[in-house]
């Protein structure tokens, strides 16, 4: 796995790897697997954006959790990223879910959204602070400051 990491895959070589979210049972394993497909995203977009949209709702919680880390993984490795609108909407759908580690995944995904779109990601963030789960809402709000996290707090605990 660790081959596929930062490296730019032929289209034969995705074929195969795309399988691999059939094994992961782990979060380490997902997190491995983000690093690849998020380079795939970024390198190929059209590849994998149609199978995340399966993913969303898909009965194993690993692929839906790949279907919101693998879109970006860290914002500061990519050279390019989706437009805000395509990132959100795969969060979207995934703020209430059940899943502990979809929940960390959510929440993952919109600190490094608002890595790259901070005044859409906070307000996204200010408009569903009431859903974000509380496995979510630690990292969707690390980066923000300290008197915005006092003010989101407020409104979840009214």
Same mark, same amino acid.
């Given at each position: 796995?660790?081959?596929?990491?930062?490296?730019?895959?032929?289209?034969?070589?995705?074929?195969?790897?795309?399988?691999?979210?059939?094994?992961?049972?782990?979060?380490?394993?997902?997190?491995? @697997?983000?690093?690849?497909?998020?380079? *795939?995203?970024?390198?190929?977009?059209?590849?994998?954006?149609?199978?995340?949209?399966?993913?969303?709702?898909?009965?194993?919680?690993?692929?839906?959790?790949? !279907?919101?880390?693998?879109?970006?993984?860290?914002?500061?490795?990519?050279?390019? *990223?989706?437009?805000?609108?395509? @990132?959100?909407?795969?969060?979207?759908?995934? &703020?209430?879910?059940?899943?502990?580690?979809?929940?960390?995944?959510?929440?993952?995904?919109?600190?490094?959204?608002?890595?790259?779109?901070?005044?859409?990601? &906070?307000?996204?963030?200010?408009?569903?602070?009431?859903? &974000?789960?509380?496995?979510?809402?630690?990292?969707?709000?690390?980066? @923000?400051?300290? !008197?915005?996290?006092?003010? &989101?707090?407020?409104?979840?605990?009214?």
């Amino acid at each position: 796995m660790y081959y596929y990491q930062d490296k730019t895959l032929s289209a034969r070589e995705w074929d195969h790897i795309r399988t691999w979210i059939e094994r992961c049972d782990c979060w380490a394993y997902s997190d491995d @697997l983000s690093k690849i497909y998020a380079q *795939v995203v970024e390198d190929n977009p059209d590849w994998v954006l149609p199978l995340y949209e399966e993913w969303t709702t898909a009965e194993s919680p690993w692929k839906r959790r790949q !279907s919101v880390v693998g879109l970006i993984e860290y914002s500061r490795q990519r050279k390019r *990223v989706l437009p805000y609108e395509t @990132l959100i909407r795969f969060v979207k759908p995934l &703020l209430g879910d059940e899943d502990y580690y979809v929940q960390k995944g959510v929440g993952w995904t919109l600190r490094e959204i608002y890595n790259v779109y901070p005044a859409e990601a &906070l307000r996204f963030i200010e408009e569903n602070v009431a859903s &974000l789960s509380s496995n979510a809402y630690p990292a969707a709000t690390a980066k @923000l400051d300290g !008197s915005t996290k006092a003010r &989101l707090k407020q409104v979840r605990k009214s």
